[in-house]
């Protein structure tokens, strides 16, 4: 299935990942800007999933420089099953779940942010396969597989359960 989504791409990640979420295995936010706000549903409720599944995540993002990035990357953090890689040159956008027998992937043009998902104009192309070899299938594998990637071009190793404020550390060390 391919459709394009053009209003709340986030939040319909976020739903997707709800539905999911008892036989999710992994989610991936690759998205160079993230913020958080007590408002911003499609974070809070990625996290309230993740924090419940034993589903994995993996973010792939920009060093934090901005304060509400650093809240979000703080957040996602203190999630015991999440992995973050910095990738200073990133400006891809794709959103991907992997459940027992689905695929999904969302691709476009809207940052993880609250502004991408409910004042910008944005659009994604939502990706789904439930079998291994048709073309949708082959296409979100090529998206897991090039999110995979980034994480090898990451500007420092995998960042796992580090706690919070480990951004400020590395900050320290590399001026």
Known sequence: MIKL????????????????SRSLRHAWIVSPWITTTESFYAL?????VIQTSRAQLSVVTRPPDKPNHRAAVVALE??????????????AKLYLMECDGLRAALIGSANFTEEGDTELVEVVADVRSSR??????RFTRELFDFARELTVHADSECIKN???????????QNP
Do not use: C, K
């Open 162 to 172: 580090l706690g919070p404020g480990w951004w400020r550390s590395r900050a320290t």
């Open 78 to 91: 203190a999630l015991a099953q999440t992995e973050i890689f910095y990738l200073d040159q990133l400006h």
């Open 132 to 137: 291994e070899t048709d073309d949708a299938a």
């Open 44 to 48: 809070n409720v990625t996290i309230g």
């Open 5 to 20: 989504v053009s209003e709340r791409a986030l939040t319909h990640f976020a739903n997707m990942v709800s539905v999911h």
